[in-house]
Nanobody, 119 residues
Framework: QVQLVESGGGLVQAGGSLRLSCAAS????????MGWYRQAPHKQRELVAT???????NYADSVKGRFTISRDNAKNTVVLQMNSLKPEDTAVYYC?????????????WGQGTQVTVSS
């Protein structure tokens, strides 16, 4: 079983910063891609940023230049640094990882962490 545990959400004023962290634990062989997604009320879950095991990154247009994703392969962690936050960034943020277990590759999700940006 693999678990993704997120931390770092909270309430911040517009223009502020937050740092989200996610740690993978459990029984697995390796992790390929990791990323962050978000879901605002009454909206579908959307990609925020992803990072490959080699460090290649991909960002949603709405967060480019404001958010930075990074990972530590040795610690199986991924971090999302969010700067210049806007009210429209308010959402539940989910960590995602594509994990190789003994039997197969599987997609895992964290439980989500709330980010609220006040105007």
């Amino acid at each position: 079983q693999v678990q993704l545990v997120e931390s770092g959400g909270g309430l911040v004023q517009a223009g502020g910063s937050l740092r989200l962290s996610c740690a993978a634990s459990g029984s697995f062989i390796s992790i390929n891609g990791m990323g962050w997604y978000r879901q605002a009320p009454h909206k579908q879950r959307e990609l925020v940023a992803t990072i490959s095991s080699g460090g290649s990154t991909n960002y949603a247009d709405s967060v480019k230049g404001r958010f930075t994703i990074s990972r530590d392969n040795a610690k199986n962690t991924v971090v999302l640094q969010m700067n210049s936050l806007k009210p429209e960034d308010t959402a539940v943020y989910y960590c995602n990882a594509y994990v190789r277990t003994v039997a197969r590759w599987l997609n895992y999700w964290g439980q989500g962490t709330q980010v609220t940006v006040s105007s």
